[in-house]
């Protein structure tokens, strides 16, 4: 079975401030990696997605992602957060069947 | 753009009633998820569906059961509410065939009191 696990679950910043979230999978075939923001009382809305090729991907806003294979790892950054970014993160993969398996969620504030 | 439609958005009911969620994909879109959110938790996915048939099934409780119909709205059936049951219910859609990236609708808010 799949999982994902997000080391921070809480993560506070002052805006400028460069941002590095972690993720982690363990899946024994091929992975589709995803980033997730929901913003406070919002839906997910998706930041950045890796299927193949180039791992270092860019999303929306300003965000990137790095798919490291050899560490199983798809770490979230972003060198300068703004006070607009406060929200919980959700780093997910998905299986062959389609299905996401998410991680806990790092909930980042960024004082203005 | 058009993106996924949840009604109703918010849904109060009491133990032992019934509950029925719906979820209209966006436009061509043919394969529905259904997620539960609980307070605090990550999304944990439910079941899914691609043609109107099931193609996925996660951890839904057997009270729980869905159907997605010829126009590929979904709807989640809930009986026998559990207090656990209070949570944010997330339907995403997707287009099989293009890389999968699933859209979600902005959830149902269920409480169960």
């Known amino acids: 079975a799949q999982s994902v696990s997000q080391h921070n679950h809480h993560v506070i910043l002052s805006e400028a401030a460069s941002l590095e979230l972690g993720c982690n999978y363990s899946?024994?075939?091929?992975?589709?990696l995803f980033w997730y923001v929901q913003y406070p009382g919002q839906h997910l809305q998706l930041l950045l997605k890796?299927?193949?090729?180039?791992?270092l991907v860019k999303g929306i806003k300003g965000f990137e992602a790095e798919f490291i294979k050899s560490k199983f790892s798809f770490n979230l950054r972003k060198p300068s957060v703004q006070w607009s970014d406060t929200a919980e993160y959700f780093c997910?993969?998905?299986?062959?069947?389609?299905?996401?398996?998410f991680g806990g969620g790092t909930r980042l504030m960024v004082k203005p | 753009a058009a993106g996924v439609i949840q009604s109703p958005r918010h849904l109060i009911k009491e133990k032992r009633e019934t509950a029925t969620l719906k979820c209209y994909p966006i436009?061509?879109?043919?394969?529905v998820y259904w997620y539960q959110q609980g307070p605090g938790q990550d999304p944990q996915f439910l079941i899914s569906?691609?043609?109107?048939?099931?193609?996925d099934k996660g951890s839904i409780p057997d009270r729980f059961s869905a159907q997605q119909f010829s126009d590929y709205h979904s709807e989640l059936n809930m009986s026998s509410l559990e207090l656990g049951d209070s949570a944010l219910y997330f339907c995403?859609?997707?287009?099989?065939?293009?890389?999968?990236?699933?859209?979600f609708g902005p959830g149902t808010r269920l409480t169960v009191t």
């Open positions: 436009p061509r879109h043919d394969t």
């Open positions: 569906f691609y043609e109107k048939m099931q193609s």
């Open positions: 890796y299927f193949s090729g180039d791992p």
């Open positions: 997910a993969v998905r299986n062959a069947g389609n299905m996401l398996t």
């Open positions: 899946y024994g075939g091929t992975v589709n």
């Open positions: 995403a859609s997707s287009l099989k065939g293009a890389g999968g990236e699933q859209y």
